[in-house]
């Protein structure tokens, strides 16, 4: 049976190739539509600039003409300018009965009766479709009872319309003038107007003498090219897509595993290291107590917590560290002052469950009056029952609890009065508003007037100018930690501080 991992692999490898699948007859239908509308304009485009070359060419060829078959009118209807690629045939016949056309042989007289142009000289008929051949336009020309015609040429409808694929379109022309009713040009695979599964284009036209419509249609051989490219492409492309995911869920998994694995290696060479950083009493300048911050130490390397905490939390390995913490800081707190207390960082499930309750019994409930706890904001607490009650008995064995990073999450004060907590934290970010217009410190100042009035005791951290110790002294907030006195520190250098008999200076940051 394959582990979970790989399925999820699999699964991204086919999640593509199966949304296209289901796709396929969408996408067929929108890219057949696609192309019906991309030939219809191809056609109208070439339809206006022969219109445009031909109405030219035809008033200008017919004032030349002296309509008598003779070398300069012979010369005359082949001049490439006049008899060009729209054109088949062009012939004349005189008043008198006399013939001739550019390929010598002329129509005869019964095949040229053409239904007259409104407001024009020009008359037009269709050439007679005999078995399986196409009708082609003719236009006509009367001048003093002398007559020029044009055959047009039809084959560019078979030209036009057999790309991108072989009889894929069908296209039926008509003039809506009911005199020109039955001249209908018709191109393509007439089939195509029985198929069920038919798109069509239509597109009139009211800009010339005679009003006109064309309709182009396309059915299943259409689908298929359409199906056959999008196959040929959207699969590989699909399944291309497929495993750039899968790689990608597997490059990143085995990151994390590989981040997880080093974790697990530092926990049992005992690589996390305790730094404390001193939280300062800002009108006498003593240190007061500690918040105890992890590093990590591989090596000669310290690594930053925010390369690894994440994972650390996500993947429960946090709880085997917390409790390698908080043996160090029961060998540690025998060093401090008797009165100076040490605060360790939870997470949720921390109070969710029984393990810091049996961390501490197994270590015969050690330092109650120092050792306190602090637990983020951040996170939710999803299970307040649990955690109350945890938090309720480690009360009882005399430890205290705060809650970090306030007024930045979800808990609030709702959680100093569900979880009984007396004391906060107030986060760097609303520290960071003070001497500023920043509208977040109007969020600090009533964050806190509402802990005084509450008597809950206030610790403002990430505090960095005396300036920000002078304003929070003038609102009561004396509970000081930040780079203005100490930074981070291992336990050998807080013995050298607390050692010496003078106060913290919030002059230099240690």
Same mark, same amino acid.
């Given at each position: ?182 001249? !209908?040009?018709? /191109? &393509?695979?007439?089939? =195509? %107007? ?6 069509? #284009?239509?597109? *009139? ?89 992890? !590093?990590?130490? /591989? &090596?000669?390397?310290? =690594? %930053? ?6 994972? #650390?939390?996500? *993947? ?195």
């Amino acid at each position: 049976m394959l582990r979970t991992p790989k399925k999820i692999v699999i699964v991204l490898i086919l999640l593509p190739v199966m949304v296209f699948s289901l796709l396929l007859p969408l996408l067929e239908r929108q890219y057949s539509l696609f192309l019906l509308n991309h030939k219809m304009d191809e056609v109208s485009r070439y339809l206006a600039e022969r219109g445009r070359v031909l109405n030219h060419m035809m008033i200008e060829q017919a004032d030349q003409l002296q309509f008598d078959c003779s070398e300069d009118d012979m010369h005359l209807m082949r001049a490439p300018k006049y008899y060009n690629h729209y054109v088949r045939l062009i012939g004349v016949i005189t008043a008198n009965g006399k013939s001739c056309s550019t390929v010598g042989v002329s129509l005869v007289a019964d095949e040229l009766e053409g239904v007259r142009i409104p407001a024009t000289g020009f008359y037009m008929a269709t050439t007679p479709a005999y078995e399986h051949s196409e009708s082609e336009l003719l236009v006509m020309y009367k001048k003093g009872g002398n007559l020029i015609y044009w055959v047009l040429y039809g084959g560019w409808g078979r030209e036009l319309l057999k790309t991108p694929c072989d009889d894929c379109f069908y296209m039926t022309f008509r003039f809506m003038d009911s005199a020109f009713e039955h001249m !209908r040009i018709e /191109r &393509g695979d007439p089939a =195509i %107007a029985t198929q069920s599964n038919r798109i069509i #284009a239509t597109m *009139s036209n009211h800009d010339t003498q005679l009003n006109s419509e064309m309709t182009l249609s396309a059915a299943e051989q259409l689908h298929a090219y359409v199906r056959h490219r999008l196959v040929m492409w959207g699969l590989p492309l699909s399944l291309l897509a497929g495993l750039v995911m899968g790689f990608g869920y597997f490059m990143v998994r085995h990151y994390r595993n590989s981040i997880e694995g080093l974790i697990e290696m530092a926990i049992r060479d005992d690589e996390f290291v305790p730094f404390y950083q001193p939280v300062v009493d800002s009108r006498t300048g003593h240190i007061v107590g500690f918040e105890v911050l992890l !590093r990590w130490q /591989r &090596g000669h390397e310290w =690594i %930053a917590p925010s390369q690894f905490i994440h994972v #650390a939390e996500s *993947s429960g390995l946090i709880m085997k560290i917390t409790q390698q913490l908080i043996q160090q800081v029961v060998e540690d707190i025998p060093k401090l002052q008797p009165e100076q207390w040490v605060s360790i960082n939870l997470v949720a499930e921390h109070v969710e469950t029984v393990a810091l309750h049996d961390t501490l019994n197994a270590l015969n409930w050690p330092y109650a009056h120092q050792i306190q706890f602090e637990i983020t904001e951040r996170e939710p607490i999803k299970n307040l029952l649990m955690a109350d009650d945890m938090i309720q008995r480690l009360i009882q064995r005399g430890y205290h609890f705060k809650i970090d990073d306030f007024g930045t999450g979800y808990g609030g004060f709702s959680y100093l009065q569900q979880l009984q907590i007396d004391s906060i934290k107030i986060d760097k970010m609303f520290i960071d508003t003070i001497d500023t217009t920043d509208i977040k410190r109007n969020i600090l100042e009533s964050i806190i007037a509402s802990a005084h009035k509450a008597n809950v005791e206030v610790i403002a951290e990430g505090v960095e100018t005396t300036s920000q110790v002078a304003y929070l002294a003038q609102r009561g907030v004396y509970l000081i930690q930040g780079f203005v006195y100490y930074r981070p520190m291992p336990i050998a250098q807080v013995l050298h501080y607390i050692q010496r008999p003078e106060s913290a200076d919030p002059e230099r940051s240690a």
